[in-house]
């Protein structure tokens, strides 16, 4: 149990001193998994053998002087990255028994150096859903309490890291599916800047929007992966052509006359009062750091969700066309002729939620609709951008809520999509201007269930951002980690 409450980096120092090795490590995880995993249902591939063999070549890297940050240190992926021969399913019927011909770019930089995969965590059928209710395995659970969801899509990555089945884990985040879970589940996520981190092996939900990152117990782990997980690849043509910065330099600096800028319509209507009275003590806490509080305007923002939600599902429209039966993945036993096996094929291999998405999308590109609808998010998304533009020349980061709520109970929301789309409010903005945004723990609710804040920064600002995190992290303390018996 003590190498289990360990921090990655905490991790990382026993192997350097040979304390401890990776296959320990990795065999400890393994138990925990064996443990918990029934309640929790973080998993819905474990590759324990591949794990084993990865530690024992991490072992080795460290014993030759060949190691990285996080060599040695297990991880759990998302389940929409392409895994070489492993499983794929993006939590869908869909994808059931798809094993990928290649490794995404993100899971191959982490078998070289030395990262060993614990299995692919569930998820929201194609990252379509807030809670992990929408997955075609069962939803995840979160482990603060077992009654209630995780967040999602990427909830399964987020309750493995909170119940102690993985120091660190992948998501991706398309309209806040790596931040809303990570408040929801108390842990740090972050999504870096659009095209820092590689999409080559994402499996797409919106092209424009999605973005892969990190899950840690802390800021600094959350620097270390991200030092991993960034940097160009000619593979992906969004990929930004960005010398790598270390972030691990920018943890413990000094940010007396930083500006945080508070948009004031960001703690009004509709926010839970413990989430507003937690984000008022993080403004309180950098105030009390020598920080400079200063009240910004982001007058676009009510029409983020709107915006959002034409512009992803229109893409999830296109995007999701190629799952027809003919190449890869479910296939209809209806077969008459090819109409009516591609027809089957959708309607058996897709959820009632993607289904909502492609057809919202179709309706908004179809011929007559599109400049009122998909035009006109474009140019509302332009408009939010600008927005962002003009309050970053005024500050340095700015601080809201990650979500309008605490983790909300099974069944409370998932027959009404409209109250399931508003707990993406607070983060929908930061994709759709393709900036960077973190969600990390600052406090608990009377009832003991974590509250996240959200920080976010201009275009590759993750140095100031994770810096300013880092500092409020000392300043607001940590929290823990749920206990769950086994």
């Known amino acids: ?37 029934p309640k929790v249902k973080s998993f819905v591939t474990l590759t324990a053998e591949e794990a084993l063999q990865a530690a024992d070549k991490a072992d080795e890297m460290i014993k030759e002087k060949k190691a990285g940050l996080l060599t040695g240190i297990p991880i759990a992926v998302k389940d929409n990255m392409c895994t070489y021969h492993v499983e794929t ?25 030395g990262v060993p995969v614990l299995g692919k965590t569930n998820m929201d059928e194609f990252a379509m859903g807030s809670s992990t209710e929408t997955s075609y395995y069962g939803p995840s659970r979160n482990p603060w309490d077992l009654e209630r969801v995780p967040g999602g899509s990427s909830g399964g990555s987020a309750a493995a ?59 600094a782990d959350s620097a270390a992966l991200l030092n991993l997980l960034s940097g160009y690849d000619p593979k992906d043509t969004t ?43 993080s403004i309180d806490a950098f105030a009390s750091l020598g920080a400079e509080i200063v009240e910004i305007e982001l007058p676009h923002s009510e029409y983020a969700l709107a915006t959002y939600y034409l512009v992803a599902t229109a893409e999830a429209s296109s995007n999701l066309a190629r799952f027809d039966g003919v190449r890869f993945g479910h296939r209809s036993q209806e077969e008459k002729d090819s ?16 289904k909502r998405r492609i057809m919202l ?82 406090g608990l609710t009377t009832n003991g269930l974590p509250i996240g804040v959200q920080l976010i920064a201009p275009a ?11 500092a409020l992290e000392k300043a607001v303390g940590t929290f823990g980690l749920p206990t769950l018996e086994v």
């Open 339 to 354: 109409v009516t096996m591609f027809k089957h094929t959708r309607a058996e291999g897709f959820g009632p939620e993607v």
């Open 89 to 113: 399913t993006c939590g869908s019927k869909m994808l059931e028994n798809f094993k990928p011909p290649y490794d995404a770019t993100v899971v191959a930089n982490l078998k070289e150096t």
């Open 1 to 37: 149990m003590e190498l289990l409450k360990k921090s990655a980096l905490e991790l990382r120092d026993l192997l350097d001193k040979r304390e401890v090795s990776s296959r320990e490590i990795v065999e400890t995880y393994l138990k925990r998994i064996e443990a918990v995993e």
């Open 361 to 442: 999308g179709t309706y908004a590109l179809s011929a007559g609709f599109y400049d009122a609808y998909y035009l006109k998010a474009l140019k509302a998304r332009t408009l939010i951008k600008s927005d962002f533009d003009a309050a970053f020349g005024k500050v340095d980061i700015i601080l809201s809520p990650t979500t309008p709520s605490v983790a909300f109970k099974f069944g409370e929301k998932i027959s009404d999509p409209l109250a399931m789309y508003l707990s993406d409010v607070f983060t929908t903005t930061a994709n759709l201007a393709g900036i960077p945004a973190m969600s990390m723990p600052a």
């Open 239 to 281: 990929s930004l052509p960005h010398a790598r910065p270390d972030y691990m330099q920018a943890l413990g600096k000094d940010i007396k006359g930083l500006k945080v800028g508070v948009a004031k319509d960001s703690l009004g209507d509709g926010l839970d009062k413990e989430v507003a009275a937690t984000v008022k003590k």
């Open 460 to 470: 590759l600002g993750e140095e100031i951002m994770l810096s300013a995190a880092y």
């Open 161 to 219: 890291v909170a119940a102690m089945e993985a120091p660190l884990a992948l998501g991706s985040d398309t309209g806040g599916s790596i931040r809303q879970p990570a408040s929801l589940t108390g842990i740090v996520g972050v999504k870096p800047t659009y095209g820092l981190v590689s999409r080559y092996g994402l499996i797409a939900f919106a092209s424009s929007l999605d973005q892969i990152g990190p899950f840690t117990r802390n800021v």
